[in-house]
Structure formats: structure tokens, C-alpha cells
């Protein structure tokens, strides 16, 4: 049974960083894509960004361009996403999502058949 968990979100100053992990479990992550959306209040679900089972990462929005990456710890079966030089427009909460596929990602959440639970982002002064 396929399962992904979300962590490290909270409060952070504008201009501030933060990591947050996605840990799967059920299946090795070496055959997996992984990518991670945002939902701010009021708005739709959007992707960010995604990082494909051999590790190349496609940018999905072009405002966290610069500011935000993805990496992945196969042995730990751990996704990161690293947030640098945070705004208040990131504030959202932020879910990881899995699909099965070989040096792929895609960019549409019905693509996306496993999902974490979220976990919030708010960037405040």
C-alpha cells in the first residue's frame, strides 16, 4: 500500500527557508516521480514542481523559479523540497504526490494517483 507522508511545514519570516520532506512507503521510491503541489486558500490546487524517478526535476510555476528545488534520497525513500527566499504569496499548504513511471513527470494532479496529506506553508512577518 502505497503512502506518502508530508513534514516540515510552518511558520517563516518573508526571505526565510524551509525543507519539507515527503516519505514514502509501500514501494522503494526508485520507481517513482514525485512532485509537489500547493492549494492557497481560495484557489486551485497548481503543481510546483516534480522530480522524476532518476532524479531530473521539471519546474512547473514560474514564480518559484530560483527560489525553490527538489531533491531525492532513494535509500531513505525521502523527497525534499527546499524553499529558499520565501513570500507571503507561497503561504499555502503544500501536498507531495506520486506516480509510477521511468524518467518522467507529469504536471497535472489526476495524473497523480497517491498523495500526502499536506502540510502548511505560511510566510508571515
Known amino acids: 500500500q502505497l503512502q506518502l507522508v508530508e513534514s516540515g511545514g510552518g511558520l517563516v519570516q518573508p526571505g526565510g527557508s524551509l525543507r519539507l520532506s515527503c516519505v514514502l512507503s509501500g514501494f522503494t521510491l526508485d520507481y517513482y516521480a514525485i512532485a509537489w503541489f500547493r492549494q492557497a486558500p481560495g484557489k486551485e490546487r497548481e503543481a510546483v514542481l516534480c522530480i522524476s524517478s532518476s532524479g531530473g526535476v521539471t519546474n512547473y510555476a514560474d514564480s518559484v523559479k530560483g527560489r525553490f528545488t527538489s531533491s531525492r534520497d532513494n535509500a531513505k525513500n525521502t523527497v525534499y523540497l527546499q524553499m529558499n527566499s520565501l513570500k507571503p504569496e507561497d503561504t499555502a499548504v503544500y501536498y507531495c504526490?506520486?506516480?509510477?513511471?521511468?524518467?518522467?513527470?507529469?504536471?497535472?494532479?489526476?495524473?497523480?494517483?497517491?498523495w500526502g496529506q499536506g502540510t502548511q506553508v505560511t510566510v508571515s512577518s
Open positions: 504526490a506520486a506516480h509510477r513511471g521511468f524518467d518522467v513527470c507529469y504536471g497535472f494532479a489526476a495524473d497523480f494517483p497517491s
